[in-house]
């Protein structure tokens, strides 16, 4: 009789895979190539989101990380989908034809007017999660990566995103790549913290990647 599979394991302890960068994508890249992980095995009803924490210190180490793990996978036909936030925002933003004038006005207008202005024309509901989830519907992958949250902060905070995906996408596995730590308290709560310094306070369906075990 073949071998029964086991549902992954899951370590609720800092795991050691966090403590470098060379560490953490040795990790990653054995979790994506995992059929449990990309079957989304084991998840118990819940939402195949899962939160990847790093060193705010990594963050372009990480960034060509993710284009390393995307090119390996595809030599392995595993696709993924690799949207960065900051650089989708850009976009929407130079398309509507605002870009280039926000940048003139950014040096006029005082900080809080000038984030007012730009978290109005990117609205999480109205404006980013459409946009991804267009991109998601025409582009076929195994996986959907998500990157360029600490670029977008002030202006979009990680949980108004996660929690208009949550409710929309994950099809397939996601992962939300997060300069910061993703900690979870003894009642269950949830805390993502950006750069290990904004504590946040929210409550979050999502998997920490790295208790994720092969």
Request: some cysteine; overall charge positive.
């Amino acid at each position: 009789m073949p071998k029964k599979q086991q549902k992954p394991r899951y370590n609720n302890t800092k795991h050691p895979h966090q403590s470098s960068l060379n560490e953490a994508h040795k990790h990653l890249e054995n979790v994506f190539q995992s059929t449990r992980f990309r079957s989304m095995e084991g998840l118990g009803n819940e939402l195949p989101f899962f939160i990847c924490p790093y060193n705010p210190s990594w963050e372009w180490g990480v960034q060509k990380s993710i284009k390393m793990l995307m090119q390996t996978l595809h030599k392995k036909n595993i696709e993924t989908l690799n949207i960065n936030i900051y650089e989708l925002c850009v976009e929407l933003l130079k398309k509507r034809g605002v870009w280039e004038k926000l940048l003139t006005r950014e040096v006029k207008e005082n900080k809080e007017d000038f984030l007012e202005i730009v978290q109005s024309l990117l609205n999480p509901e109205r404006h980013i999660t459409p946009a991804i989830q267009e991109l998601i519907d025409t582009n076929p992958h195994d996986i959907l990566l998500l990157s360029g949250i600490g670029q977008v902060y002030p202006y979009l905070r990680s949980h108004s995103i996660i929690s208009n995906l949550q409710s929309k996408a994950c099809k397939k596995p996601t992962v939300l790549f997060f300069p910061g730590s993703y900690t979870t308290g003894a009642s269950g709560n949830a805390s993502l913290d950006l750069f290990n310094i904004h504590q946040g306070d929210n409550y979050y369906r999502a998997f920490n990647i790295f208790h994720f075990e092969v």
